[in-house]
Every structure is written in structure tokens, then in C-alpha cells.
């Protein structure tokens, strides 16, 4: 027997609606979406990876705002050239700010998948 390995449309709503932590928010997390690995982000960061991640969140929720997002787009590509290890955490959190939105033409949406973009041409994730 063949099993399909795609989702349908409703089974994608599905874990949506029973997941909050991957659907749009203005709020600020109190945790990384993904399980990371504990220690520092890098040697020249002695940053814990988990509270990495959850500044890197907490910073873009501001960034929809910023007056250059240019220089904010530079900064937080520096951070993942510096902890690689935070590439899928932050795709996650790109995809998480662009999932459930109720305006897809709010300028600050268009941010949002700008900086993935961005992302997107500079990194690839894990998987």
C-alpha cells in the first residue's frame, strides 16, 4: 500500500488552530519554538541558544516598525553567521509572524516576508 507523506488543507488548519505558538502574534515569546541544544551561541557569544533565540523574536517584533530595516535585516544576519544554529529557529519564527494574519496587505506583514526573503537568500535551512 503507497501512504501519502502530503498534508491536506484542512490537516495544515488543523495543527494551526490546535497550535498557537506557530500562528501570528504581536506578543513576545517566552521560549524558543524549537528544542535547541543547551550552551553558549558561540565562542565569541556566551549567550545561552535559547535565550538567543528568544531576544532574536523579541527584537523583530520591533523591527516591523523600524525606520532602516535594512540595518536591522544586516544585524540579525550577522547574529546567524556568527550562531548558525539559529537558522531553523529563525525561519521558524519568519513563518510563524506570516501564518494566520488577518491583513496580508498590512505594511508590517510586508515586512516580515521581506526580512524572510532576505533570510532566504542568505541561508538555507537544515532541512
Known sequence: AV????STGDEIESVYR?????????T????PILALPYGPCSASNPTPLQEQAVAMYNTFLTYVGAVS??????QQLGLLF??????DELYCQLIKQTSWVRDVDD??????WMFLLCVLVTFSPSR
Open 18 to 26: 490546535t497550535n498557537p505558538i506557530l500562528r501570528f502574534t504581536k
Open 107 to 112: 505594511p508590517q506583514n510586508l515586512r516580515y
Open 82 to 87: 556568527d550562531a548558525p544554529q539559529l537558522i
Open 69 to 74: 530595516p535594512v540595518d536591522f535585516i544586516e
Open 28 to 31: 513576545p515569546i517566552r521560549t
Open 3 to 6: 501512504v501519502s507523506t502530503q
